[in-house]
């Protein structure tokens, strides 16, 4: 399967990622995050007027049309080269494919500048951990009960990517 990478994330497919997100809530969302459609276009637009970065891709035509979209990869601007990055695929796509959208998008992250990509997520997402890892994502620690899950507090995994290994 082949993919095309547009950035910044085309706003029009924000309903899909809106479903995706409520589909993996548990895994990876936590009471920080948009809890209604208004707040995640609020936030797709705060976060790309403060200088985050945000990447789509879609299956390749070879026509010129868009195909479906296969995943998102997105961060907020930190500041100095860093961002806090976030991802999430359409659930049928092989893991291939979403390890190559991941490294395209760092590919063009590195390009524009970034330094580092740091990912959270719950300490206890172990396909996450397994996944960013094969990305090759390095463990930078634990943050003891840094976020929240259904009202629990919880730690949350900390991992970091460096684009410019990815040229």
Known sequence: MMHEL????PEECLPQLWGWLAEFHRQMVDEYS???FAELQEKYHADHAAGGKSFAAFRATGNGHRGELLGVVWGENMGDGIFTGHMVFERDIPTQEKQAILRDALKS?????ARKIRWPA???NRAYKVFLRRAGAEIEGVLRGEGRRDGQIV???LMASFPEAQR
């Open 109 to 113: 992250w590195g390009t524009d500048g």
């Open 155 to 157: 730690d949350t995994l």
């Open 34 to 36: 948009p809890k209604t």
């Open 6 to 9: 547009v950035s910044p994330f």
């Open 122 to 124: 719950f300490a206890d």
